[in-house]
């Protein structure tokens, strides 16, 4: 049964909530009266959270299909249904070329950063909020363009950007979107420091990336509430840009060419 103080509090479930932007997307939702069931690899790592009445903190190793299973099943003794999952969780290693890799290695990280997230996904469905849901995933590099020495990130994301059209193409009341943040000031960058030359070019654009600001925390969220807002027929299924899509004060040319084409910010092959 869920508690009715339960029911009247949505309940947002972040995966990495100990990571950069997991962290600081949590923080903002509990703000905002939001209840948080937020994951992590090393369940140390929630001790930030540790006075906070609306988050609950739940560790499980993404890989690991035994450790989610687990999770799934904690989340739902709970008692509780979720409203919104925001999935911040992903690692750029293996960084270099592809054939100087070792494969097992570059396929664990295609798994963490696509499969296992949608594993988790498909785990927690049926204690979703069965009026409306709403998915947040996250796009990285290599959407419009070879995103080289970086193949298993940026494969898993693009992986990730076509399961929102599936899932929204399958799922009438769920509300699945993909949102791209940019470079954001995060600890994930030190992956590509540590890959020094294996990182090519990457390795001095991060290093110049890291004297500037770069994407906002404030800039992100309020791009995930502009997709909530906006609901299924304008965000479902697409990839934004919290960087260059004209989202912000309220979105309404946005709103225009998306409702006037349905294959805008979706995976397609151009046509001459």
Known sequence: ???????????????????????????????????????????????????????????????????????????????????????AAGSMEPIGRFFDQDFDTWERSVRMNSTAQLRVLHGLWRYRNRERSDVMLMAGGGTNSAFTNYSAYCLSKIALIKMCELLDDEEDALNIFIIGPGFVQTKIHAETLNAGEQAGEGYQKTVDFLETEGT??????????????????????????????????????????????????RLRRSQP
């Open 216 to 265: 906002s925390f404030d800039d992100i969220y309020e791009n995930l509430k502009w997709c909530i807002s906006q609901g299924k027929p304008i965000a479902g299924g697409r990839n934004f840009s919290t960087v260059h899509d004209p989202w912000r004060g309220g979105g309404d040319r946005l709103r225009e060419q998306l409702e006037n084409d349905k294959n805008a910010f």
């Open 1 to 87: 049964m869920v508690n009715p103080t339960q029911e009247q509090t949505k309940t947002a479930f972040v995966l990495g909530a100990s990571a950069d932007i997991g962290r600081e997307l949590s923080v903002r939702l509990m703000q905002d009266g939001w209840s948080v069931v937020g994951t992590a690899r090393d369940a140390d790592k929630l001790e930030c959270f540790r006075d906070e009445d609306r988050f609950s903190g739940l560790s499980c190793d993404l890989t690991d299909p035994v450790e989610v299973t687990a999770m799934v099943e904690q989340f739902a003794q709970m008692g509780r249904t979720w409203s919104l999952i925001v999935s």
